[in-house]
């Protein structure tokens, strides 16, 4: 049987990001994917119009209907809206027996707040302790640690940060430095670095989301974190390369390009 992932995120109708994307990353490295919806969007790749967060309840129901009957082998989170889910997915993954990928998605590529203000302290204090990765690019990475977070020596501090607020893994994601797009990872006191030119186009729509389904992905296959990440970003890479060139605005990436050539988890 394939592997299992399981993807708790907002509804992204355009399908770029949020559990759209999550579900075409899974089933493109060979995970059968499944989905918790934790909010609903109506948008497309020229911005979000509305943002309506499910119940907690509904939420933490879901969650358990999936683990009673089809336990994932890893899990990520993406959007979570507000603290109410933020903290029914908190409590729930302390008990989970798998690793969690926390994606600590705060605003949309259009510049919409995707979590409420007083939920990102829910997020550093109940649910990032229960991360075996944490996910943040800059501006999220800034907005966790309280101080601005714009290069290498900057994303170095803020993962150092991180790690002593009770994350286990923390990858800072440089997409949006000035040069190449670097993302650094720090895993049990070392450093890894991974590499990528930057791209010059607008459809990026749905990066954060696809990465970390990706390295989610990797973790339900049982690879180690580190090549995992480093899997991930060639896919990603590759993705927004040949991007279909889709939408008025920021259109998404390609979710067909291929997983790494010669790996077993690719589909055939």
Request: charged share 20%.
């Amino acid at each position: 049987m394939p592997p299992i992932a399981l993807s708790i995120a907002g509804s992204d109708p355009s399908g770029g990001a949020g559990i759209q994307a999550d579900l075409k990353t899974f089933h493109q490295f060979g995970v059968y994917g499944e989905a918790v919806i934790t909010l609903l969007t109506v948008q497309n790749t020229v911005g979000v119009r509305r943002v309506e967060c499910m119940a907690p309840e509904l939420v933490r129901e879901q969650i358990e209907a999936v683990l009673d009957d089809l336990p994932p082998a890893a899990a990520k989170t993406g959007a979570l809206g507000n603290r109410a889910v933020v903290e029914a997915v908190a409590e729930l993954a302390a008990g989970f027996a798998f690793p969690l990928v926390v994606d600590p998605v705060m605003i949309s590529k259009h510049g919409a707040p995707l979590i409420a203000e007083d939920a990102r302290e829910a997020l550093a204090r109940r649910l990032m302790p229960r991360a075996r990765l944490i996910t943040p690019n800059l501006a999220e990475a800034g907005a966790l640690t309280g101080f601005p977070v714009r290069n290498l020596a900057d994303m170095r501090r803020a993962a150092l940060r991180l790690r002593d607020m009770g994350a286990a893994a923390v990858l800072v994601k440089g997409g949006h430095l000035e040069d190449d797009a670097v993302d650094l990872l720090l895993e049990g006191g070392q450093w890894h670095e991974f590499s990528a030119p930057r791209i010059p186009t607008r459809h990026t729509h749905g990066t954060g989301c696809t990465y970390s389904a990706a390295i989610t992905a990797g973790l339900a296959a049982g690879r180690p974190l580190a090549e995992a990440v480093r899997r991930a970003k060639a896919f990603l890479s590759e993705a927004i390369r040949t991007n279909p060139g889709l939408g008025a605005g920021s259109g998404p990436v390609n979710h067909h390009a291929p997983a790494e050539a010669g790996d077993p988890a690719a589909p055939r």
